[in-house]
Every structure is written in C-alpha cells, then in structure tokens.
C-alpha cells in the first residue's frame, strides 16, 4: 500500500509558473499508474493529468493541454506536474492519485479508478 504526499503548492500570479510534486512511499512506486485531479471551491473534483507506470504514456485534461506536464521519477519515487500560463481558472486544491498496477496505453481519468489519494495542496492564482 502505497501513501502519497503532495507538495508545492501556493500563491502565484497570472500567467505564472508552479511545480507539483508528489511523493510516494510504503510500496514499490512503478507498480502504480499515477494521476492529478484538483479540486475548486463548490466544483467537483476533476482530473487534470495522468501517466503510465513507466512514464511513457501521458494524458490531459483539455483545459491544461499544452500548459501543463506531467512526469515521473520511479527511482524517486516521485510524480511532478509542472504547470505553466497559469489562470485564475486553476485555482484549486491538487491531489495526486495511484492506481496499482502497470497499465500502458489507457487512459484513467475517474476518481474511482484510483486507489490511493494524497491530502491534496492548494494552489492559488491571482489576477
């Protein structure tokens, strides 16, 4: 069983950058496909980006393509989302997500396809 622990979160501008990332212990991290969700005030929590255990299959939300990345770090145990063009429409609270298993070329973008949740980092863009 594996525990996962956002970090690097906070306050940024417009247009802004941040790094996310999320570290894993308690079990052997490439046996997981990971995911970022967040979550905004009064809106359900949605999915943001996902990768394959071995970090060659990457997926996205439509509204972060092409701004935001998403890698791995198995010998780190460690999963980053580098955000970039930061909006005002991210603020939100992140949370990283695992889900057992080497899945390759699929892409999980439900909260209920995972298995293990961070506590999730908040992350504020102002204007």
């Known amino acids: 069983q594996v525990q996962l622990a956002e970090s690097g979160g906070g306050l940024v501008q417009a247009g802004g950058s941040l790094r996310l990332s999320c570290a894993g212990s308690?079990?052997?991290?490439?046996?997981?496909?990971m995911g970022w969700f967040r979550q905004a005030p009064g809106k359900e929590r949605e999915f943001v980006a996902a990768i394959s255990w071995s970090g060659g299959n990457t997926y996205y939300a439509d509204s972060v393509k092409g701004r935001f990345s998403i890698s791995r770090d198995n010998a780190k145990n460690t999963v980053l989302l580098q955000m970039n063009s930061l909006q005002r429409e991210d603020t939100a609270v992140y949370y990283c997500?695992?889900?057992?298993?080497?899945?390759?070329?699929?892409?999980?973008?439900?909260?209920?396809?995972?298995?293990?949740w961070g506590q999730g980092t908040q992350v504020t863009v102002s204007s």
């Open positions: 308690g079990g052997t991290f490439s046996n997981y496909y």
């Open positions: 997500a695992g889900k057992v298993g080497r899945h390759s070329g699929l892409r999980f973008s439900r909260e209920y396809e995972y298995d293990y």
